[in-house]
């Protein structure tokens, strides 16, 4: 594979701080119920309410959430210059224009130089930010950038296969449509031969989201 050396803009990666108190969330999904017309008082929805909360904090933990206590100083001096890859890593998020979910698959790879990562860690990096509300656009820019500061490899890749519940179950209401984006920087981008190499690994056989 060809080496040639990463020539990135850096992008600073913004963590966001912020904790409601507890029960604030609840206590507004009531009235959010009472004016769809359900009864929040009802005994199918009575805790329906903090089991909203509950879930919504979860679901967005990546605000808080500290990528440098994540990766927990897995970051390794190794002689190697080949390709890194880790496919196929799982993940949900929401969308932040309806808040209704997406989900489907990332492929993250690196050309290191002098430096890698625990493989264990590009995973939780995914998820800080698909814990947020998001855009699959920028999702796969962020979780690129992270690993770029993180070892300042030769190059990044990040690959996103996605499917949005906005799309299956409201306006144009597509069932078998996905979206695919990425994220090149370094070798990967400047690099017809070194990017091409990369999809052959990374799309060198059929799957399904």
Known sequence: MSKLKASVKKSPVIEIKRKPPQGVIASRMRDVLAELGE????????NTPMR???????????YTANV??????????VKYDEVV??????FFSMCEHHM?????KIHVAYLPDKKVIGLSKLPRIVDVFARRLQ?????????AETVQKLIQPKGVAVICEARHFCMMMRGVEK???????SAMLGAFR????????????????????
């Not at 009864?39 to 009575?46: N, T």
């Not at 209704?100 to 489907?104: A, D, I, W």
């Not at 069932?175 to 984006?181: D, E, F, L, N």
């Open 39 to 46: 009864d929040p008082e009802r005994e199918g929805l009575v």
């Open 52 to 62: 909203v909360e509950k879930a919504l904090r979860y679901l967005t933990s990546g």
């Open 68 to 77: 440098d206590e994540i990766v927990n100083g897995a970051l390794f001096d």
């Open 85 to 90: 890859i880790v496919r196929d890593i799982e």
């Open 100 to 104: 209704l979910p997406f989900f489907g």
């Open 135 to 143: 855009i699959q656009e920028r999702l796969t820019q962020e979780v």
């Open 175 to 181: 069932q078998h449509s996905g979206a695919i984006t």
């Open 190 to 209: 400047d690099n017809k031969e070194t990017r091409n190499e990369l999809l052959s690994l990374i799309c060198g056989r059929s799957r399904t989201l």
